[in-house]
């Protein structure tokens, strides 16, 4: 798990594959959830960085300390794939 501090930016990244090569899904949204579970942000836009690179900045200033959840909803076609990854404030 990665650490941060409160008021820190947290960048949010993630590689979109296909067939193991960097490709772009036809939308990637992110949802960020606080600890206890509480979602805070909900299906935000990612913004692309290059094929298959994006990323989404969350503002972390006034968040409370603890485990904060992120998840990924790709889109690609008629397929629908959800990747998990998480962080923790100080």
Not at 19 to 38: A, E, F, M, V
Not at 62 to 77: C, P
Request: charged share 25%.
């Amino acid at each position: 798990m990665k650490y941060f501090d409160i008021g820190e930016t947290v960048i949010c990244t993630i590689k979109a594959k296909q067939n193991g090569i960097l490709k772009d899904p036809d939308s990637l949204q992110i949802s960020i959830y606080r600890p206890g579970g509480t979602k805070d942000i909900n299906l935000a836009p990612m913004s692309r960085d290059s094929e298959g690179n994006w990323h989404y900045d969350y503002d972390t200033a006034g968040k409370e300390a603890g485990n904060y959840r992120g998840e990924v909803r790709g889109v690609a076609g008629a397929r629908i794939k959800f990747v998990n990854g998480s962080f923790r404030l100080q």
